[in-house]
């Protein structure tokens, strides 16, 4: 056995527990772990770098003038399992 593959094991391990600082990239890693790469369609990668791009370039989603994303009271009774029936 060599000297040096413990050391390289610890590397492995040591960017194993690194978390990618974008959470896309961090659920890519969690979803590749359930879908086997035979389920996986043809724009699997890319579906998942224009994602990740969209948080590394710091892209600022904007709701177009006129419409408002706030929930209305109807909603928000829909959205309460308390409320909704």
Request: aromatic share 4%; net charge neutral; hydrophobic share 30%.
């Amino acid at each position: 056995m060599s000297k040096d593959r413990p050391q390289d094991v610890r590397d492995i391990v040591v960017r194993m527990e690194q978390r990618p600082s974008n959470p896309v990239r961090r659920a890519r890693l969690m979803v590749e772990q359930e879908v086997p790469p035979a389920r996986r369609g043809p724009g699997w990668d890319r579906h998942w770098r224009e994602l990740e791009a969209y948080l590394d370039e710091g892209v600022a989603w904007k709701m177009p003038q006129g419409l408002d994303d706030t929930l209305s009271e109807e909603d928000k009774k829909r959205a309460d399992p308390k409320t909704s029936s």
